[in-house]
């Protein structure tokens, strides 16, 4: 069982910077693969970045060049640093857990991210 909590959303102006954290307990972290998704209102829930146990990164072609996802496996921690935020980019953020091989996925309850002039 792993326990995931996001922090670190907002309002921010567009143009602006966030990071958001996900703390995860509960189990081995180092062991799971973490990403980031994102749902906007009437939308669908869609991948932001991921960053597998061995630190390979994927972004969606949307964030490319503006987000950043990193861990932290002595804190049990991922990242999203997201810069030059578009309003496009409001959303609720939530963090997930993945192990593959076990059939194991977790969610957070999500961070709300508002970018807005």
């Known amino acids: 069982q792993v326990q995931l909590v996001e922090s670190g959303g907002g309002l921010v102006q567009p143009g602006g910077s966030l990071r958001l954290s996900c703390a995860a307990s509960g189990s081995i972290f180092s062991r799971y693969d973490m990403g980031w998704y994102r749902q906007a209102p009437g939308k669908l829930r869609e991948l932001v970045a991921t960053i597998t146990n061995g630190d390979s990164t994927n972004y969606a072609d949307s964030v490319k060049g503006r987000f950043t996802i990193s861990r932290d496996n002595a804190k049990n921690t991922v990242y999203l640093q997201m810069n030059s935020l578009k309003p496009e980019d409001t959303a609720v953020y939530l963090c997930?857990?993945?192990?593959?091989?076990?059939?194991?996925?977790?969610w957070g309850q999500g961070t709300q991210v508002t970018v807005s002039s």
């Open positions: 997930n857990a993945l192990r593959k091989r076990l059939g194991l996925m977790y």
